[in-house]
């Protein structure tokens, strides 16, 4: 019910970044991948196309050469992710949760990990996502920033996630919810959330020297 209130209360905004997107690049106007929901299961899940082209993984950071400069402020702001909504009325995702992982990602987690992320379905926003919002300004400087993001961004925000699971609450969820529109518009909790994703990343490779 929050999620259809949500969709009504939005529609004009999502038209408007409709638009954006087939001004500025054209067709197809949403870009569909194959995420990991609830017991594994595969769904298609709905964005707003921000990449001239899916080539390349799924991480992408600030700076990559595949974002369209109309696009920059869509990702900026969160914009990109509302159709998810939708998938949260379909019945793959939730409105809080771990973020849905692509396959790739997912194997490459411990196991006993991976499963237990698997035990719910997705979220649209969450601990992890909240903590992470400046991880695409982080990584935009780096040259192997996928490889980085498997091996040094995913284990941290995965245990947030892991942590969020072993303490799940509704007030917690509804706190969660009253947080993402604070923090996406807060330009300081994207620049504290860079600094630590930056911090992760230098002491991984300081440790990799070692």
């Known amino acids: 019910m ?10 004009l905004p999502m038209a408007l970044v409709a638009l954006i997107v087939l001004v500025a690049d054209g067709v197809p106007i949403l870009h569909r991948e194959q995420r990991l929901g609830r017991h594994g299961r595969r769904f ?25 400069p109309a696009a920059a402020p869509l990702r900026r702001w969160r914009l990109d992710e509302l159709p998810q909504l939708i998938n949260v009325l379909r019945g793959d995702m939730a409105l ?3 973020r849905p992982l692509p396959a790739r990602h997912a194997e490459a987690l ?5 499963s237990r992320l698997l035990q719910v379905r997705p979220g649209v926003t969450g601990r992890s996502a909240l903590a992470f919002l400046g991880d695409d300004v982080a990584l935009g400087g ?19 996630d892991v942590d969020y699971l072993d303490h799940w609450s509704l007030g917690a969820d509804f706190a969660l919810l009253a947080q993402t529109l604070r923090q996406i ?3 300081s909790a994207r620049e504290r959330s860079r600094d630590q994703v930056q911090r992760l990343l230098d002491a991984h490779g300081s440790q990799k020297q070692q």
Not at 2 to 11: E, G, P, R
Not at 110 to 114: D, K, Y
Not at 144 to 159: H, I, T
């Open 2 to 11: 929050l999620a259809l209130a949500l969709l009504l209360l939005l529609a």
């Open 185 to 187: 518009v807060s330009r």
């Open 110 to 114: 411990p196991p006993e990990t991976r």
């Open 96 to 98: 809080v949760g771990p």
């Open 44 to 68: 298609t899940l709905a964005k707003f196309r921000t990449l001239r082209s899916s080539d390349g993984g799924s991480v992408a950071p600030v700076g990559d050469s595949r974002i369209f």
């Open 142 to 160: 780096v040259d192997d920033f996928e490889e980085r993001y498997l091996r040094d961004v995913l284990p941290a925000k995965v245990a947030l």
